[in-house]
């Protein structure tokens, strides 16, 4: 089974941007739609963003424009650039092979204001 790692979150001021990766323990060629989901404080957990192959891309609406999803079926990775974060941006990021139902473990992003 494939597993997810993230990284790149942290704390960065309103406005700022920050870069997401997801690295997968094996081939995620196969696997038809990853995605990064996020979890506010005391908020259901929220789709961000879908891409499907071959790079098809949904956004959520709070996040068109600003936000963008990539995947790297070679390297086995997936990235989320944010631009122009926003303090409503702040939660808990996962990477996801939705496809396959495989979850990262999560990694934390706070937008100061």
């Known amino acids: 089974q494939v597993h997810l790692v993230e990284s790149g979150g942290g704390v960065v001021q309103a406005g700022g941007s920050l870069t997401l990766s997801c690295a997968a323990s094996?081939?995620?060629?196969?696997?038809?739609?990853m995605g990064w989901y996020r979890q506010a404080p005391g908020k259901q957990r929220e789709l961000v963003a879908i891409i499907g192959l071959p790079g098809s891309t949904e956004y959520v609406n709070s996040v068109k424009g600003r936000f963008t999803i990539s995947r790297d079926d070679r390297k086995n990775r997936l990235a989320l650039r944010m631009n122009n974060l926003k303090p409503e941006d702040t939660g808990v990021y996962y990477c996801?092979?939705?496809?396959?139902?495989?979850w990262g473990q999560g990694t934390q992003v706070t937008v100061a204001t």
């Open positions: 996801v092979a939705q496809t396959a139902g495989i």
């Open positions: 094996g081939s995620i060629a196969n696997i038809g739609i």
